[in-house]
């Protein structure tokens, strides 16, 4: 199931690089220069490694129910 980055929420299972990872935290920024929010995103790994990335709010994840 794709969800876009904006509608993440904490618990929700996304896939990252190949890995199957728990989001931590969600920050949304103010628009910026090209028109879209960015969305900042820490997911922790199923062997604790922490991954923060930054994409634009429609950005699409795959997700798990």
Known sequence: MK???????KGDKIN???KT???EAIE???IG???K???RIVAVTDSNEKITIIRPEDYP????P
Do not use: P, T, Y
């Not at 969800?3 to 929420?9: F, V």
């Open 33 to 35: 220069k090209h028109g």
């Open 21 to 23: 990872c728990l989001v």
């Open 3 to 9: 969800k876009q980055a904006k509608e993440l929420k």
């Open 61 to 64: 994840f795959d997700s798990e």
């Open 37 to 39: 929010r960015k969305v």
């Open 28 to 30: 949304i920024s103010d």
């Open 16 to 18: 990252l690089a190949g």
